[in-house]
C-alpha cells in the first residue's frame, strides 16, 4: 500500500541530531528493521517517520513527502507503536482499538457502523475478539502488546512503525507477534519499519536491515551480509558468533570469552 | 462468540440517572424549615402546570417560587458544572487526583472575593440593589485569572501536564498566601469570607441561577461532546499525535470549558470540596472508564449530589443550616469509601 522513501534523513530534538543522514529506499510490502545498541537513535527515526519528531532531509510515501501532509492525513497514512505504550487502563479492548479510527473522523464525531466493523475484523483477526470487552488492565502482556497492534491496524495504514513490538514478550509470544506482522504485512501489502534488538528475530523477519550505531548508519543491507560478528563487536561491544538455522538465516549468539571470567 | 460493543451511554444510564435526579428534585422542594405540606406543594405544581387555583398562600408561594425552587436548580447546577470539570481536569491531566480547583480557580476565586469584602465591606448589603452581587462577579473573575495566571506561567515554564499541574500549585500557593495576608489586616470580615469559603447555596435567587446557566450549560455541552477526545488523549501527547490529534488543543478546549464551569460554580456558591473528585470516581468504579460515559454521567450524579447534600444541609441543624461542605464531605467520603471496597475486586 505504501513505498517508503528515505533521503538524507537527520532526527533529533532542536539542535541535537540524534540520527543523521539516513537513507533508504523500501518497496510496497517490504518489512525493514533498524538495529544497532541502545541509545543508537532507532526510536527517534520512527518518530520522524510519524511526524513526532522534526526532521531535515526528505521523507516520501509513495513519492509525497509527509512533511507537507496535516496531522490527519498522515495518521491515515502512517501507524506507529511505540516501545512503551501508555495504556489507559479503565479502557476495554475495544474501546482502545477503536482509538485507531481516530484519524478517520471529524473532531468531535463519533465513529459509525463501518469504523465498528473494522474493529471487529481487526480483533478477530488477532485473535482478540474474546477479550473485547475486557478492561485493558486485565490482559496479560501479550495480549496488551496484541491490543496495542489491534489500535494501530485500526487506523488502515499502509506503513507501520512498530518500536520494539517484541518488549517483554517471552519467546513464544515474540514469535507469534512478528507472524502475525508478517502475514498482515503479506495479506495487505502493508510496509514494515520495526526496531528489534533480537538480532536473530530481526534477521528472521526483515528483508532488509539498518545498522545504526551512535546516530550514523554504519551498515544497510540484507540481514546475512549486515549481521557479521565484526560488526557486532565493534557496534554492540558484544563477543558473538554467527551461526545458521536450518533455514540458511543467520543466528546471532553470545559465546562467553573464558578469560574475561574473574576467578 | 460475542460481538465487540463498545462502550457507549445507554438510554438506560440516562433514565436511571434523570429518574433519580427527579426524586431528588421532588423530595428537596418539598423539604425545608417550614412545612408547607406535601400535598399542597404537589397541587401548586399541577395547578402552575395547568393554570388552576393555587392552593398556597402568597408567602408560601414566595417561599417556594423565590427562594425553594432556585435553590435547588443551583444546587443541580453547581454540582453539575463541578462533577463535569473534575472528570474533565482527571481526563486531560490523567490524574486521579485532579480536581475542578487544580489551576488555582479555588485560590482565584477566593483572593477576589477577599478583596472585595475588604474593599467594599458592605458587599452583602449592597447587593440588594444589584442584579448581579458583586461577591459572584469578582469570584469568577479570580477563578478565570487563577487559571489564566496558571496557564501563563505553564505556557512559559515548558509544554506538558505535568509543567502545568505544578504551575497550578505555585500560583494557587502564592494567591492564598495573598489572601491569608489581606484577612489578617481585615479581621471585622473574616466571618463573612469564612462563610463564603465553606460554600453554600443560601442566599440565592434566580438571578444566580440565570447567571451561570449559559456557562454551565455551554461547557457541559462541549465537554460530553469531548468523552471520545479525552479518551484518546489517554494514551498519552505522543500516541494522541500520531493518531493525528493535536494533544496541546484539545486539552486547551477541555481546560477553558471546564475551567468556565468551575469559575461559574464558584462565583454563586464559593469553595465546596469533594463534588468535583469524588462524582467521577464513583461513576468510574460503578458504570466504566470511557469518558464518553464518565463525562456525561458525571453531570446527572454531581447534580444528584448537590441537591441531596443541600437538603441535608438545610435539615439537618433546622432551622440553623450547615455548610454545605462539611455535608459533601461528612457522606460523601465515607460513600466513596464504600465504592472503593465494593469494586476492589473488579479492580483487582
Known amino acids: 500500500m505504501a513505498e517508503l522513501e528515505l533521503r538524507s534523513v537527520s532526527a533529533g530534538y532542536k539542535d541535537t541530531m540524534v540520527v543523521r543522514e539516513v537513507t533508504a529506499r523500501l518497496p510496497r510490502g517490504s518489512w525493514l528493521a533498524i538495529i544497532g545498541p541502545n541509545g543508537a ?191 557486532v563487536a565493534t557496534h554492540y561491544g558484544a563477543k558473538v558468533a554467527i551461526l545458521a538455522a536450518p533455514d540458511g538465516t543467520p543466528v546471532v549468539t553470545p559465546v562467553r570469552d573464558p578469560s574475561a571470567v574473574v576467578p | 462468540m460475542s460481538d465487540p460493543r463498545p462502550t457507549r451511554l445507554t438510554w438506560r444510564q440516562v433514565a436511571v440517572g434523570c429518574a433519580l435526579l427527579v426524586v431528588v428534585v421532588v423530595a428537596s422542594v418539598l423539604l425545608g424549615a417550614i412545612d408547607l405540606g406535601w400535598g399542597r406543594v404537589l397541587t401548586e405544581f399541577w395547578a402552575q402546570l395547568t393554570g388552576g387555583v393555587s392552593p398556597l398562600s402568597e408567602q408560601e408561594a414566595a417561599i417556594l417560587w423565590q427562594i425553594r425552587v432556585p435553590r435547588v436548580v443551583l444546587g443541580c447546577l453547581v454540582g453539575g458544572a463541578l462533577a463535569v470539570s473534575g472528570a474533565a481536569f482527571q481526563g486531560v491531566f490523567r490524574n486521579p487526583l485532579a480536581d475542578p480547583y487544580l489551576l488555582g480557580a479555588a485560590a482565584g476565586a477566593g483572593l477576589a472575593a477577599t478583596l472585595m469584602v475588604f474593599a467594599v465591606p458592605a458587599s452583602q448589603e449592597m447587593a440588594q440593589g444589584w442584579s448581579i452581587g458583586p461577591l459572584p462577579l469578582a ?104 493518531l493525528g490529534l493535536r494533544p496541546a488543543r484539545v486539552r486547551l478546549l477541555v481546560l477553558v470549558a471546564a475551567s468556565l464551569a468551575t469559575a461559574a460554580a464558584v462565583s454563586v456558591s464559593g469553595l465546596i470540596g469533594f463534588v468535583g473528585i469524588v462524582v467521577p470516581h464513583v461513576i468510574r468504579l460503578m458504570v466504566a472508564g470511557s469518558y464518553r460515559v464518565l463525562v456525561p454521567l458525571s453531570l446527572i450524579g454531581g447534580a444528584i449530589f448537590l441537591a441531596a447534600a443541600d437538603v441535608a444541609a438545610r435539615t439537618v441543624m433546622a432551622p440553623s443550616e450547615l455548610p454545605i461542605g462539611v455535608i459533601t464531605a461528612f457522606t460523601g467520603a465515607p460513600f466513596f469509601a464504600f465504592v472503593l471496597r465494593a469494586t476492589r475486586k473488579e479492580r483487582a
Open chain 1, 41 to 231: 537513535g532507532k526510536s527517534t527515526l520512527l518518530k520522524a517517520i510519524t511526524g513526532i519528531t522534526g526532521h531535515s532531509g526528505e521523507i516520501l510515501l509513495d513519492g509525497a513527502p509527509i512533511s507537507a501532509m496535516s496531522a490527519r492525513e498522515r495518521a491515515r497514512a502512517v501507524g506507529y507503536a511505540p516501545q512503551t505504550p501508555v495504556v489507559p487502563e479503565g479502557l476495554t479492548v475495544t474501546d482502545y482499538a477503536l482509538l485507531g479510527r481516530t484519524p478517520h473522523l471529524g473532531l468531535l464525531a463519533r465513529e459509525g457502523a463501518s469504523d465498528l466493523v473494522i474493529v471487529r475484523e481487526v480483533l478477530a483477526r488477532l485473535d482478540l475478539d474474546h477479550l473485547a470487552d475486557r478492561p485493558l488492565r486485565t490482559l496479560s502482556g501479550g495480549e496488551r502488546q496484541r491490543a496495542v497492534l489491534a489500535r494501530v491496524l485500526a487506523q488502515q495504514a499502509g506503513l507501520l512503525l512498530l518500536d520494539e513490538p517484541t518488549t517483554g514478550l517471552d519467546v513464544g509470544h515474540a514469535q507469534a507477534l512478528l507472524e502475525l506482522v508478517d502475514r498482515l504485512r503479506r495479506a495487505d501489502g502493508t510496509t514494515v519499519v520495526s526496531t528489534l534488538h533480537d538480532l536473530t528475530l530481526a534477521a528472521q523477519y526483515a528483508d532488509e536491515l539498518i545498522l545504526v550505531d551512535n546516530g550514523d548508519v554504519v551498515a544497510v543491507g540484507p540481514p546475512a551480509e549486515v549481521l557479521t560478528a565484526e560488526r
Open chain 2, 139 to 242: 469570584a469568577f473573575l479570580g477563578a478565570i485569572g487563577g487559571v489564566g495566571l496558571t496557564w501563563a506561567l505553564g505556557r512559559s515554564a515548558g509544554s506538558g501536564t505535568a509543567t502545568l499541574v505544578l504551575a497550578g500549585v505555585a500560583v494557587a500557593s502564592f494567591l492564598t498566601a495573598v489572601q491569608t495576608f489581606v484577612q489578617q489586616l481585615n479581621v471585622e470580615n473574616l466571618r463573612v469570607i469564612y462563610n463564603w469559603m465553606l460554600g453554600g447555596l443560601g442566599t440565592t435567587g434566580w438571578n444566580e441561577v440565570l447567571l451561570i446557566l449559559p456557562y454551565v450549560a455551554v461547557s457541559s455541552a462541549v465537554l460530553c461532546a469531548s468523552g471520545r477526545l479525552i479518551d484518546v488523549l489517554g494514551v498519552g501527547d505522543e500516541e494522541a499525535s500520531a
